[in-house]
């Protein structure tokens, strides 16, 4: 997969993540011209049926979540789900420029991401990987990207 790939009606526009089983990339609605995110199943796995299943078992679960710490699903496509962008820093970003936080909000922080984490477990979908790079900041807001990753 590579930049301008056509999936559906969104053209790849730069990869943003990749891990064993999916990339994550910032893609363009041709139609619309609105910005999305695509988690993509990987090609090598795109062929195994039980994958593809839990794929879109977790873009179903993922569709029914409604949290503002949580990206919002809109769609699923074959072999990718569709989802709003989410613009802002990510914690990783924000300790590597800044190399701490003070701690009311590391704490501040700390509770919005356990009440992502509390909602989500509540609706039986469970994150799997959180790290630095999947908890972003924006205006003041945290929000837990990559359920569902791998």
Do not use: C
């Amino acid at each position: 997969m590579q930049e301008g790939t056509q999936i559906g009606d969104y053209a790849l526009v730069r990869r943003l993540s990749i891990g064993r089983v999916t990339s994550t990339w910032l893609a363009r609605h041709t139609v619309l011209e609105s910005e999305h995110h695509l988690r993509v199943l990987l090609p090598q796995w795109a062929t195994v049926p039980e994958l593809v299943e839990a794929f879109l078992a977790s873009a179903r679960a993922q569709l029914a979540l409604r949290h503002p710490g949580l990206p919002r699903v809109t769609d699923a496509l074959q072999g990718a789900i569709v989802s709003d962008p989410v613009e802002g820093l990510s914690l990783r970003e924000r300790l590597d420029t800044e190399g701490w936080l003070a701690p009311k909000e590391a704490v501040s922080i700390a509770v919005q991401v356990l009440e992502v984490l509390a909602y989500a477990h509540e609706h039986g979908v469970f994150h799997g990987r959180l790290d630095p790079d999947r908890i972003v900041i924006a205006n003041g807001q945290v929000h837990v990207l990559g359920f569902g990753e791998d």
